[in-house]
Nanobody, 117 residues
């Protein structure tokens, strides 16, 4: 069982930056693929970025070059650095981990990121 707690969300102006954090409980965090997803009002949840245990990363086309996913396995922490934010990035952002051996993923409760002037 893994529990995830996101933090770092909040109101940010267009063009601004924000770093989200994801704290994971339990051990074996290094054996999970970690991902950040978001869900805007009225939209389905979509993947933003994912990072495999050995560092391979993938990004949604809409955030490439502006968002960076990272992780610190020793601290059981994941991060999403977001820059050049636009109002279209307004959403609830969720942390997700999935064991590389298979099995159900785990989700955090989400953190809101409104981008507005």
């Amino acid at each position: 069982q893994v529990q995830l707690v996101e933090s770092g969300g909040g109101l940010v102006q267009p063009g601004g930056s924000l770093r989200l954090s994801c704290a994971a409980s339990g051990s074996r965090f290094g054996l999970y693929t970690m991902g950040w997803y978001r869900q805007a009002p009225g939209n389905q949840r979509e993947v933003v970025a994912r990072m495999a245990p050995f560092g391979t990363t993938t990004y949604a086309d809409s955030v490439k070059g502006r968002f960076t996913i990272s992780r610190d396995d020793a601290k059981n922490m994941g991060y999403l650095q977001m820059s050049a934010l636009t109002p279209e990035a307004t959403a609830v952002y969720y942390c997700n981990v999935a064991p590389i051996s298979g099995g159900p993923p785990y989700w955090g409760q989400g953190t809101q990121v409104p981008v507005s002037s």
